[in-house]
């Protein structure tokens, strides 16, 4: 059993700053490879932000997002997090956090088909 809880998200105007975080709970003997952020507007399809690797390797971002948002892990609180600065209006979406149990990611590591596991996602809002 893999649970995602995120947090960490609200409203913000356009500039700011909000630290998303997605506590994992793993009670299975899977062992997880790959997390990930996912964001999703109304009317679209969810689509990749970031990914790292659970051993803190090979991250990766959104064209979108790169220079603006870091994504990081704490593997001892096993928790996922990710800092977004200078936020836009166009960031305004519902965020996922996901993992995968892949041992390596073939194809584009922005494909949610890769990932197992998701959260239910927290909003994010940026204004004028």
């Known amino acids: 059993q893999v649970q995602l809880v995120e947090s960490g998200g609200g409203s913000v105007q356009a500039g700011g700053s909000l630290r998303l975080a997605c506590t994992v709970s793993?009670?299975?003997?899977?062992?997880?490879?790959?997390w990930a952020w996912f964001y999703q507007a109304p009317g679209k399809e969810r689509e990749g932000v970031a990914t790292?690797?659970?051993?803190?390797?090979?991250?990766n971002y959104a064209d979108s997002v790169k220079g603006r948002f870091t994504i990081s892990q704490d593997n001892a609180k096993k928790i996922l997090y990710l800092q977004m600065n200078s936020l836009k209006l166009e960031d305004t979406a519902m965020y996922y956090c996901?993992?995968?149990?892949?041992?390596?990611?073939?194809?584009?590591?922005?494909?949610?088909?890769?990932?197992?596991?998701w959260g239910q996602g927290t909003q994010v809002t940026v204004s004028s």
């Open positions: 793993l009670n299975s003997p899977a062992r997880l490879t790959t």
């Open positions: 790292i690797d659970t051993d803190g390797r090979n991250p």
């Open positions: 996901a993992a995968t149990t892949s041992p390596a990611i073939i194809g584009s590591v922005f494909d949610r088909r890769h990932y197992f596991y």
